[in-house]
């Protein structure tokens, strides 16, 4: 059984469902939802609400702390790989490959590559 977390909303606790309605009989009270896996924002929302909650109090903040985009990024042959795979169909096995947008040249990929978000063909 994997470790239960909370969501993350600020407001989660606010939400009147039969689920976060929790307590002893005569003290109970809304609560933020605890779950071992959430399925919104990378994991960490249990809802759309939370995650835009979320997003509406911290997004500019985040967004400047790691910085804000202030001129346009361009897509060229020297960042436009990306990792994708296709069927092998003789053997229903996935077989990963980097696949360049701009030139379309396609190079081999390993699985652990292909998982490994660090690796990359992309100059930065
Ligand atoms: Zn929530």
């Not at 701009?102 to 660090?118: A, V, W």
Request: charged share 30%.
């Amino acid at each position: 059984m994997s470790e239960l977390k909370f969501c993350q909303g600020p407001d989660c606790h606010t939400y009147h469902t039969k689920d976060r309605l929790k307590g002893m009989k005569g003290s109970k009270t809304y609560q933020t939802r605890r779950r071992s896996s959430m399925y919104y924002g990378n994991d960490n929302f249990c809802s759309m609400n939370c995650y835009n909650d979320w997003f509406k109090k911290f997004g500019d903040q985040a967004i400047n702390h790691y910085g804000r985009t202030t001129e346009a990024k361009h897509l060229t042959e020297q960042n436009a790989w990306q990792k994708t795979y296709d069927w092998d169909n003789r053997t229903d096995d996935r077989v990963y490959v980097y696949r360049n947008g701009i030139t379309k040249e396609q190079r081999p990929l390993t699985k652990s590559q292909y998982d490994d978000s660090t690796y990359t063909l992309n100059e930065r």
